[in-house]
């Protein structure tokens, strides 16, 4: 039945299974490229073996102007091996906090690729006794947008 239909397709409109064909699929999960999170923060990465580098550009922000100026920051890291590698990456923000995700690139049933992350904030603190404030955790998921072209990352 699925041959039929796509034979019907085919037909129907040349220039899609033209386009289908060129399309190749993703059998290898890769962390090179742009992605985008949940909340609409954009991550730029390129790998290199097993390190990541690149820049991250923020769309939330605990307090108005914590992550600098233009809300951006680089990002270093490193990746797995393996078709649904294990990654981890870390921001430094403008004014001292850090961020760090960690999780696993995997991929989808359609073709696509996702990042499931857990990440955690470490915000300054103005004494040992705000310590206890000073750490958020949560989940972010990072959905692959495409391929940054003519661009590293760094």
């Excluded at 809300?71 to 906090?97: I, T």
């Excluded at 696993?104 to 073709?111: A, K, R």
Aim: proline share 3%; with cysteine.
């Amino acid at each position: 039945m699925v041959c039929v239909v796509s034979r019907v397709m085919a037909s129907m409109f040349p220039s899609a299974q033209l386009f289908a064909e060129q399309e190749p699929k993703v059998t290898r999960c890769n962390v090179t490229g742009q992605w985008r999170s949940e909340q609409g923060s954009m991550l730029q990465l390129t790998s290199t073996g097993p390190e990541v580098r690149g820049i991250y550009h923020t769309a939330v922000e605990t307090a108005l102007g914590a992550s600098g100026h233009n809300r951006e920051s680089k990002v270093v890291g490193v990746v797995g091996d393996g078709l649904q590698p294990a990654v981890a990456f870390s921001v430094l923000w403008a004014k001292g906090s850090c961020s760090s995700w960690v999780g696993q690139c995997f991929l989808l049933p359609g073709g696509g690729q996702v990042l499931k992350t857990l990440w955690m904030l470490r915000s300054v603190a103005e004494s040992s006794l705000d310590n206890w404030e000073s750490t958020r955790l949560g989940e972010d998921q990072f959905i692959f947008v495409g391929h940054m072209e003519g661009r590293d990352g760094h």
